[in-house]
């Protein structure tokens, strides 16, 4: 986020450049850490006189009108569901769609996470910022740290579907849970090659991975 920033000094940074950089910044958590850790810099910057204020204090803080969050509604989760059945990516869909598993969380799954009924959450997968996956060793937050409790459904489910790797030769404890034919991570390849087709397929409108996220709060709200 701060890269546009290098290529001027920092005497000719204004308040309406900063003001700019922040409004492109749609995630309100990280636009707070984009200006804190700018207001920090410009504090040490007035403190080696560097330079005479710190303009980022008078930087208003951006308002973004947040959208309404977006779930399948039941008669969509219903078609998804049918069209599901023998779906070599059946088994991570229905995971998010019923613990909550963050996208990049259940494409990060090994099979060493699952342990005794139940799954370990440790890692994620993000994008940097050209647009390749990069495997973090921890999920989003400290608190994603976790182990989550499956249904007795959801353990066949999966059991079910390393049969068919272990028939593959990819299903050792180091492999990912989830994979491509070709034992790729599924990874930035799930949304465009597999989740698009599927709703298409589906006659669902298409929402984001993050949805069946959505979805599975929704459901335990309501339960």
Same mark, same amino acid.
């Given at each position: 986020y701060? %890269?546009?920033?290098?290529?001027?000094?920092?005497?000719?940074?204004?308040?309406?450049?900063i003001? @700019?950089?922040?409004?492109?910044?749609?995630?309100?958590?990280?636009?707070?850490?984009?200006r804190?850790?700018?207001h920090?810099i &410009?504090?040490?910057?007035? $403190?080696? %006189?560097?330079?005479?204020?710190?303009?980022?204090? $008078?930087?208003? #803080?951006?308002?973004h009108?947040? *959208?309404?969050?977006? !779930? &399948?509604?039941? %008669?969509e989760?219903?078609?998804?569901?049918?069209?599901?059945?023998?779906?070599?990516?059946?088994? #991570? !869909?229905?995971?998010m769609?019923?613990?909550?598993t963050?996208?990049?969380?259940?494409?990060?799954?090994k099979?060493? @996470?699952? !342990?005794?009924?139940?799954?370990?959450?440790?890692?994620?997968?993000?994008?940097? *910022?050209?647009?390749?996956?990069?495997?973090? $060793?921890? #999920?989003?937050? %400290?608190?994603?740290?976790?182990l989550? #409790?499956?249904?007795t459904?959801?353990?066949?489910?999966?059991?079910?579907?390393?049969?068919?790797?272990?028939?593959?030769?990819r299903a050792?404890?180091? @492999?990912?849970?989830?994979?491509?034919v070709?034992?790729?991570?599924?990874?930035?390849? &799930?949304?465009?090659?597999?989740?698009?087709?599927?709703?298409? @397929?589906?006659?669902?409108p298409?929402?984001?991975?993050?949805? &069946?996220?959505?979805?599975?709060?929704?459901?335990?709200?309501n339960?």
């Amino acid at each position: 986020y701060l %890269e546009p920033l290098k290529v001027l000094p920092l005497e000719r940074i204004r308040r309406k450049v900063i003001a @700019d950089l922040l409004k492109k910044i749609k995630s309100t958590a990280t636009r707070q850490r984009v200006r804190g850790l700018l207001h920090q810099i &410009f504090v040490e910057a007035v $403190d080696q %006189e560097l330079i005479r204020s710190n303009i980022v204090r $008078d930087v208003k #803080p951006v308002k973004h009108v947040k *959208k309404p969050v977006e !779930i &399948f509604n039941n %008669e969509e989760i219903q078609a998804i569901q049918k069209q599901l059945k023998g779906h070599r990516y059946r088994p #991570p !869909i229905e995971l998010m769609l019923e613990v909550g598993t963050r996208p990049g969380e259940t494409y990060a799954l090994k099979w060493y @996470d699952l !342990i005794e009924g139940q799954l370990r959450i440790e890692r994620t997968v993000s994008l940097n *910022k050209h647009g390749h996956m990069r495997v973090s $060793d921890m #999920p989003k937050t %400290e608190a994603g740290r976790r182990l989550i #409790p499956l249904s007795t459904r959801m353990q066949e489910l999966l059991l079910e579907h390393r049969k068919v790797l272990l028939s593959e030769g990819r299903a050792g404890k180091q @492999d990912w849970m989830f994979q491509t034919v070709t034992g790729q991570m599924i990874g930035n390849r &799930f949304r465009g090659q597999i989740l698009i087709k599927l709703l298409k @397929d589906a006659g669902v409108p298409y929402r984001k991975p993050h949805t &069946f996220r959505h979805n599975a709060a929704s459901a335990m709200l309501n339960g």
